[in-house]
């Protein structure tokens, strides 16, 4: 199982971030891996919600279905996915107020489908992953810091 950690701080309200990370249509918008999403895509998902996200992470294309497991706005919005190919994951985001704005901190926990996946993240994969994770909270805080007050 490997972990990636990434947070950054972003001068909109707690409120506005929660809102737009955890609707899917946004994700591809600043998530340089996102291609596209499908199903209930327009708001921000409650528990038990579902979408399917076309990926591309590390250069290999995939399609996951994350399901919502845990919402507690505006602080915390968790969801776990399976990929087509075997391996899956979580995602939390945790948000906290901060006097201009919001610390915003997301976590990727995976694991990879088989022993030769695992090797190759070890080897190649999570450094890519990082780097991946790094440049989608920079855009986020792009398009949020950019968007109309």
Do not use: C
């Not at 737009?20 to 996102?34: I, L, Q, R």
């Amino acid at each position: 199982m490997s972990r990636i950690d990434t947070t950054i701080q972003i001068r909109r309200p707690i409120e506005q971030v929660f809102d737009y990370v955890t609707t899917p249509a946004n994700w591809p918008k600043w998530h340089p891996s996102s291609l596209s999403v499908s199903g209930a895509i327009d708001h921000s998902l409650e528990v038990g919600e579902h979408v399917s996200e076309e990926f591309i992470v590390a250069g290999r294309r995939g399609r996951v279905v994350w399901k919502v497991r845990e919402r507690l706005p505006p602080r915390r919005w968790v969801i776990e996915g399976q990929t087509e190919k075997g391996g899956g994951g979580t995602i939390t985001y945790s948000l906290t107020p901060l006097h201009d704005g919001t610390k915003f901190e997301r976590e990727f926990v995976y694991t990879m489908p088989n022993s030769l996946m695992t090797l190759l993240d070890w080897l190649f994969i999570r450094r890519r992953i990082e780097a991946e994770s790094a440049e989608a909270l920079r855009r986020l805080k792009e398009v949020m810091e950019r968007r109309e007050k």
